[in-house]
């Protein structure tokens, strides 16, 4: 995530260059990398040691953004659904995950009446559909580990690729009313940089590097979308970040905006494809 600046002060044409911060951000992105790649290779349910606190923290970051509290009973019903929610699919439940999600968000709808129920009651899906998404894929044996972690490299090489391209380019802004520091020059570096991901990912994993590649380029564009719905959310409530947990990064939901809506994405694809082998519906008719 790039820190936002108003409008009025973006330079549309000149290169900002790399911040001070970049190697702080580099490091923690580097940390938090190897730990979740790690605990993704461990089994599903060393994955989900990941997956819970995430979703918890980003319920609390959710709340601290849409409502401007640091507790409060809706934090605490969000947080317990999307808990049970991540808990459930981790053992095999992932109907019963949804189910809770969307138990939680209809009791958040009367609990925050008057007071911004939607957008509550929007972050209990945000937060908890991206894991229970994350666990489905995982728990698909034997190809559960390559489907999460291309979805890891795809979307942490279109972040990488599009703050440097953003920044050592620099250029037109892409959206100056909602993220001010973002260009076309970081787009188009991000894409291209995940087609060639989703393309290398292909080659070394004995799949199809034509048709990942193509899946790197509808992934990449997913995960901008997805930095630029979070960055809406914080521009209309007037915050910069959903927390500073992360030195260099913010909260977890500026770490995971682009991840969030690249895994419900291809949770979704591989639910239309074959619902009974979400992981092999990625990518099974792809071997070479």
């Known amino acids: 995530m790039?820190?936002?600046?108003?409008?009025?002060?973006?330079d549309l044409s000149e290169a900002g260059g790399l911040s001070g911060d970049f190697g702080t951000r580099l490091l923690w992105g580097v940390l938090f990398a190897v730990i979740a790649i790690g605990l993704a290779y461990a089994g599903q349910l060393a994955f989900a040691l990941l997956v819970l606190p995430v979703t918890v923290v980003m319920s609390w970051e959710w709340a601290r953004v849409v409502r401007g509290t640091e507790f409060d009973l809706t934090l605490v019903v969000h947080a317990v659904v999307v808990a049970v929610g991540a808990i459930l699919t981790a053992f095999g439940y992932a109907a019963l995950g949804l189910a809770a999600l969307v138990i939680g968000a209809i009791i958040v709808l009367p609990l925050q009446f008057g007071e911004r129920p939607l957008v509550s009651a929007a972050g209990v899906v945000y937060t908890g559909l991206p894991a229970v998404a994350l666990l489905w894929l995982r728990g698909n044996e034997p190809m559960g580990f390559l489907a999460v972690l291309f979805i890891f490299l795809v979307v942490?090489?279109?972040?990488?690729?599009?703050?440097?391209?953003?920044?050592?380019?620099?250029?037109?802004?892409?959206?100056?009313?909602?993220?001010?520091?973002?260009?076309?020059?970081g787009l188009a570096g991000g894409v291209i940089a995940s087609v060639i991901a989703g393309a290398m990912f292909g080659y070394f994993a004995g799949l199809?590097?034509?048709v990942l590649a193509v899946s790197g380029f509808v992934m990449g564009l997913i995960a901008q979308g997805g930095d630029l719905g979070e960055?809406?959310?914080?521009?209309?409530?007037?915050?910069?970040?959903?927390?500073?947990?992360?030195p260099g990064h913010g909260g977890l939901m500026d770490r995971t905006d682009g991840l969030v809506a690249v895994a419900v994405a291809a949770a979704l694809i591989a639910l239309f494809v074959d619902a009974h082998a979400p992981a092999e519906?990625?990518?099974?008719?792809?071997?070479e």
């Not at 519906?281 to 071997?287: E, G, K, S, T």
């Open 2 to 10: 790039e820190d936002d600046i108003a409008p009025e002060e973006a």
């Open 156 to 185: 942490w090489t279109v972040d990488t690729a599009a703050f440097l391209a953003g920044r050592l380019i620099g250029g037109p802004r892409l959206a100056p009313r909602i993220s001010p520091k973002k260009t076309w020059a």
């Open 208 to 210: 199809s590097p034509s």
């Open 231 to 246: 960055s809406a959310l914080k521009r209309a409530y007037g915050v910069k970040d959903a927390s500073n947990l992360i």
């Open 281 to 287: 519906a990625l990518f099974a008719r792809f071997w």
